[in-house]
């Protein structure tokens, strides 16, 4: 696990000590968009027209911000049209590999050993962590962007005219609302797990655990009189907040330490879960031992045997009920 430094490789973990134990994560570098006739979305430059076997997109099946953007493509009929790598799980000295093991499917575009070779490629002075989702693309031989709210924004509407489905997570109506929710749960949950989990200080630890069931207790709330977060029809928000809730129980409870609760003891944060997991398509991208093996096995710091736990056994797929609460 390293970073990448003028395009040459080195080998270090998160600087915790410049921050008094917190882990901080740095914000994403290649922000270019696909738009439906090529002119710029809103930050990086033109030139990336939304066309069918034009771009491909590296994922890891742990990442939950890859795994947002695994969703999208599923659920606008992407697949189709974008195809998809995915590294292996472990992620070793070198950072993300194609090495072949569970789950891996290998780059067809540069035969890559490492995502590192894909971020040198397309900047041969790449100065930056070595992140996954990317989304490549093909023509151009470039990164367009590596920052997965982006991608599912523009997954969600750039290719409809290209044959997506027309299916939309972020109606203009409730924009707004969305971006909200998204700045409450980016922070307090999606990392703050791994501020919890990557804190090097009891303080640090302490605050961000904190800050996680403060967050959890709020949505629990919210989510006692609605279906979804936002009201009754399924937005980003959601499956933003869905990438971290499916890895809780199963990984941030005991590998992050956010073990105050768990999700099943949640009622509703519980059956929302399952809810969305059972939406068609979705339990398809959801690989729990793949995400257990890349967790438990790759963060030494944090557990130097690497050995992964046997449980627990938690089921996703039993039935819900929620559907009574868009149906008044
Ligand atoms: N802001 C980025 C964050 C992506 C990210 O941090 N991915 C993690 C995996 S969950 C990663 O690749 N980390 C490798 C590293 O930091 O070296 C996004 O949302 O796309």
């Known amino acids: 696990m390293g970073l990448l430094v003028e395009g040459k490789w080195q080998d270090t973990w998160y600087d915790t000590q410049s921050t008094g134990g917190k882990f901080e994560r740095k914000a994403s570098s290649f922000r270019n968009w696909i738009t439906k006739d090529g002119s710029a979305g809103p930050s990086g430059i033109g030139g990336f027209k939304a066309e069918a076997d034009r771009y491909h997109l590296y994922v890891s099946l742990a990442c939950p911000w890859a795994h947002r953007t695994i969703i999208y493509r599923t659920l606008k009929g992407l697949d189709k049209m974008i195809s998809m790598s995915v590294v292996n799980a472990f992620m070793g000295e070198e950072g993300w590999s194609f090495e072949p093991g569970e789950g891996v499917v290998p780059d067809p575009i540069l035969g890559a050993k490492y995502a590192h070779q894909l971020y040198t490629e397309a900047d041969p002075n790449y100065t930056g962590r070595v992140t996954v989702p990317i989304l490549w693309d093909k023509h151009t031989h470039t990164i367009v962007s590596n920052e997965s709210a982006e991608i599912i924004r523009m997954f969600n509407s750039a290719f409809d005219e290209v044959g997506a489905t027309a299916l939309d997570f972020a109606p203009e109506s409730l924009i707004r609302e969305i971006d909200q929710m998204n700045d409450y749960i980016y922070p307090n949950i999606n990392n703050g797990v791994y501020r919890a989990g990557f804190a090097t200080t009891q303080h640090a630890y302490d605050d961000a655990v904190d800050e996680v069931f403060t967050a959890l207790d709020t949505l629990e709330s919210r989510l006692e009189s609605q279906r979804y977060l936002i009201g009754d029809e399924i937005t980003e928000a959601d499956w933003r907040l869905f990438t971290t809730l499916v890895r809780f129980d199963p990984v941030y409870v005991g590998h992050f330490k956010c073990n105050k609760k768990r999700i099943v003891d949640y009622p509703n944060l519980w059956g929302y879960l399952r809810d969305l997991y059972q939406q068609p398509g979705i339990a398809n991208t959801v690989d729990i031992p793949y995400i257990k093996a890349h967790y438990y096995g790759s963060h030494e ?3 130097p045997t690497r050995i992964v736990p046997k449980g ?17």
């Open 301 to 303: 710091s944090i557990n």
């Open 312 to 328: 627990p056994l938690v089921d996703f797929t039993t039935e819900h009920h929620r559907e009574k609460l868009s149906e008044k």
